[in-house]
């Protein structure tokens, strides 16, 4: 058990429609990634949190957006859905920095839009 | 361009057997980590290794940072090795982004 916790573990819905995953990081980690996993794009960074505040952002689309509470805990809001948005997402936290802290991931959130 | 390449793209392996899986970046790294993703889909972190050699039971990892590659070695492999394996860095010339990941090595042990 990493200790990343990703709520919920599938979710199917239809295109146009709005959902938000959860990811509550491990226990003292500052720092919250969201990557995307379709088959066809492999591991792709969408955005990073540190503490709260946004730090870095990859290939996030305009439609998405994220956001990390006081509690650490994240939220990734996915709104007009399109089908191509299909993939696992994953959480990930480390202590502080990428550059000198061990990334973990969780189980992972498996979004299917029909 | 492309920054990290993982070798080979597939492999079957017989139980038992011993395999090596590299990582080859474009530049200097900040930070190098392999996961390994199993069937049922949970990526799991197997080392986090900018440099040097590291051991963990049947596994161990050399990254050699200088010559800008990363080598993962399996030795007596079990079916429950079986899965996808990616090597990650974090470049020095991408400044504070996070962590970019090869295509992986995707490995079926079977029995």
């Known amino acids: 058990d990493s200790g990343v916790t990703q709520t919920p573990k599938h979710l199917i819905t239809a295109t146009g429609q709005r959902v938000t995953l959860r990811c509550s990081p491990r226990?003292?980690?500052?720092?919250v990634y969201w990557y995307q996993q379709s088959l066809d794009q492999g591991l792709q960074f969408l955005i990073q949190y540190y503490n709260g505040e946004e730090r870095a952002k990859g290939n996030i689309l305009e439609r998405f957006s994220a956001q990390q509470f006081p509690d650490l805990h994240s939220e990734l809001n996915l709104s007009s859905l399109e089908l191509g948005d299909s993939a696992l997402y994953f959480c990930?936290?480390?202590?502080?920095?990428?550059?000198?802290?061990?990334?973990?991931f969780g189980n992972g959130t498996r979004l299917t839009v029909t | 361009g492309i920054q990290v390449e993982q070798s080979p793209p597939d492999l079957i392996l017989q139980e038992g057997a011993n395999s090596t899986l590299r990582c080859n970046f474009s530049d200097s790294v900040n930070n190098l980590q392999w996961f390994h993703q199993n069937p049922w889909g949970q990526l799991i972190n197997l080392f986090y290794i900018p440099s040097g050699t590291k051991q963990n039971g049947r596994l161990s990892a050399t990254t050699v940072a200088t010559e800008r590659y990363s080598l993962l070695y399996i030795s007596s492999s079990q079916t429950t090795d079986s899965g996808v394996y990616f090597c990650?860095?974090?470049?020095?010339?991408?400044?504070?982004?996070?962590?970019?990941f090869g295509k992986g090595t995707r490995l079926s042990v079977i029995a």
């Open positions: 990650a860095v974090n470049l020095k010339s991408s400044g504070n982004t996070p962590l970019v």
């Open positions: 990930a936290s480390s202590a502080n920095s990428p550059h000198n802290s061990p990334l973990h």
């Open positions: 226990s003292g980690d500052l720092s």
